[in-house]
């Protein structure tokens, strides 16, 4: 009995797709990833507005209505597509309006959604092209340009009008023992309007887990790195350091964890490499809060890491099934 050679079944190329990050491997469209994160933020977003009350919702609104505005008069310019309806840009502002004060002036709005839009996107070539955070490039861009703007904060008060122009300082500018754990898990204490409910932030950070939009490894391995640390520090002198708790139920730890460093497109693609990603983002973290002169560190930590992501998928990715080293010398 003969046996015949077996037929060796290619794909259709008609239904391969080849195409930049964030890449798919199931029937979700760009835009449902998108507003699935809104979704994700509503949360934080509902908390903020409690807080905040009014000036919440004009930060939000008018940090989203520029991220849009900003990237489609450059489509236009540019003579391309138009994009907003993949919701990109409609995150980008939110999350934007999530790192700003619920006081911030309206042209501070308009300069970050530029700078997040077009220096932190657009000029590499959009979505998917983009080595940085766009929204981290903007809050940056801020905190160097406008330090006194992006470092006084509102002081939380219930209600949709909530009294603004009272300023405050966030947990991490005031004494360790001044601070109290359940305000900064409900939301009751100064900072940005993301940097506030803790609960809030880890009821979206589940929601992300749940759909598998984004990779477990990364956010445990930052508020681990951060916990680790600043519990040492706060061991050796819990005088002069905040407990660990502190550090990462508030300022930007929990948003940047799940909401920043997560970035398809800014973050490794391999789940080693997303160890080392968080890891980093920890590490970063913690020296610039306990020895810079900034008592954030998260943005700086997430756009250092962001510049090392090439590296570290290079130095993790696995070699393909049957792979043979070439001998020295051969072609």
Not at 62 to 69: D, I, R
Not at 93 to 101: E, F, K
Not at 236 to 261: C, E, I, K, N, R
């Amino acid at each position: 009995m003969s046996e015949e050679t077996p037929t060796i079944q290619l794909p259709d190329p008609a239904k391969l797709v080849v195409s930049n990050s964030p890449h798919m491997r199931d029937k979700p469209t760009i835009s449902k990833i998108m507003f699935t994160v809104v979704v994700a933020m509503a949360p934080a977003c509902i908390a903020a507005v409690l807080f905040f009350g009014l000036a919440a919702i004009e930060v939000l609104l008018l940090c989203t209505l520029s991220c849009v505005v900003f990237e489609e008069g450059w489509n236009k310019l540019t003579k391309r597509p138009s994009t907003w309806k993949d919701g990109s840009a409609i995150l980008s502002g939110i999350l934007l309006g999530m790192n700003l004060n619920a006081g911030a002036p309206w042209w501070i709005c308009l300069l970050g959604g530029f700078l997040a839009m077009i220096l932190g996107k657009q000029l590499y070539g959009g979505l998917g092209y983009n080595p940085f955070n766009p929204v981290l490039v903007a809050r940056v861009g801020l905190l160097i340009g406008f330090p006194g703007i992006m470092t006084t904060w509102d002081k939380p008060a219930l209600g949709v009008f909530a009294v603004d122009g009272v300023t405050t300082a966030t947990p991490l500018g005031l004494a360790p023992g001044e601070t109290f754990i359940g305000d900064m898990l409900l939301g009751n204490v100064g900072g940005c309007l993301g940097e506030t409910s803790a609960v809030a932030l880890l009821i979206g950070g589940a929601i992300l887990l749940y759909f598998k939009l984004i990779k477990w490894e990364v956010p445990l391995s930052f508020i681990g790195t951060v916990f680790a640390i600043t519990g040492i520090m706060h061991l050796v002198d819990p005088t002069v350091y905040h407990s660990p708790f502190v550090h990462v139920l508030t300022g930007g730890v929990l948003l940047g964890a799940f909401f920043m460093a997560t970035d398809m497109v800014t973050s490794p693609m391999t789940h080693k490499g997303a160890w080392i990603f968080g890891f980093g983002c920890g590490l970063i973290t913690s020296l610039i809060r306990l020895w810079g002169s900034y008592p954030e560190g998260v943005s700086f930590a997430i756009l250092f890491m962001n510049a090392l992501v090439p590296l570290i998928d290079r130095s993790t990715i696995r070699k393909p099934f049957g792979f043979i080293t070439p001998a020295k010398g051969e072609a």
